[in-house]
């Protein structure tokens, strides 16, 4: 089970942490991702993982801005975001999949992130 939080409503410029309490999937052979769905958009965006061998990447919108981590140890995946834009806001999703070959993926249930011009 995934679950997500610590989205909100922020300035642009502004900074949020996401949480995703992921137990049992921050261990390998477990790759962990994050998504997001903006607004009147139909698919979900990739925005960054962390291999089963802790290897990250980023979505090129993203790069330099957010920062994925995980603790393994109190068994949640982050999402650290920076330098927040408009354009950032969306439902963001945590996901965990066997070494990111979206086999076997399992969803969050998303949190809402809002940043305001």
């Known amino acids: 089970q995934l679950v997500e939080s610590g989205g909100g409503s922020v300035q642009a410029g502004g900074s949020l942490r996401l949480s995703c309490a992921a137990s049992g999937y921050t261990s390998s052979p477990y790759c962990m991702l994050w998504f997001r769905q903006a607004p009147g958009k139909q698919r979900r965006e990739w925005v960054s993982?962390?291999?089963?061998?802790?290897?990250?990447t980023y979505a090129a919108s993203v790069q330099g801005r957010f920062t994925i981590s995980k603790d393994s140890e109190k068994n949640t995946l982050y999402l650290e975001m920076k330098s927040l834009k408009p354009e950032d806001t969306a439902i963001y999703y945590c996901a965990a999949d066997l070494r990111c070959s979206s086999t076997s993926r399992v969803w969050g249930q998303g949190t809402q992130v809002t940043v305001s011009s």
């Open positions: 993982r962390i291999s089963n061998l802790g290897s990250t």
